[in-house]
């Protein structure tokens, strides 16, 4: 599912502070409860690094969400879109990647590089604060 972004979180996302605070917004705003289900999105950026797209992948509980690589990276495909950032949201205050996390970011990795897609970055957010893992 596509996330409505306004113009001003349209912006330039080379730096992960600037980032999180736009994936902070799309948290709250999307899902007032937002720390009881996980989030996974995948954020397609062009070639000046600007966001051209947010993507809600999947919701799901801690260690259950599944995502399928075709899902993932369908819309990046479809866009032509090459740098590809993942965020997902924790429902607690723990931002450190699981061994889930890890394995699912190698997967993630590889599958971008197969697609020649540049995949940037993978962020773990909650509503205070992020932590950055690639």
Known sequence: MNVLLT???KINAANS???FQVMRQILVRDNKLATLQEHFWIVGLTEEYVIDFVELIGLGQKDKMRVTMSKVFKNALIRDIKRVIFVHSVTDDNLEP???DLVQTKQLSSAA???DIIMLNHMIINTKDYNSFL
């Open 113 to 115: 590089t197969l697609l």
């Open 98 to 100: 699981t061994e889930y």
């Open 7 to 9: 113009d001003e979180q």
């Open 17 to 19: 502070d600037d980032l």
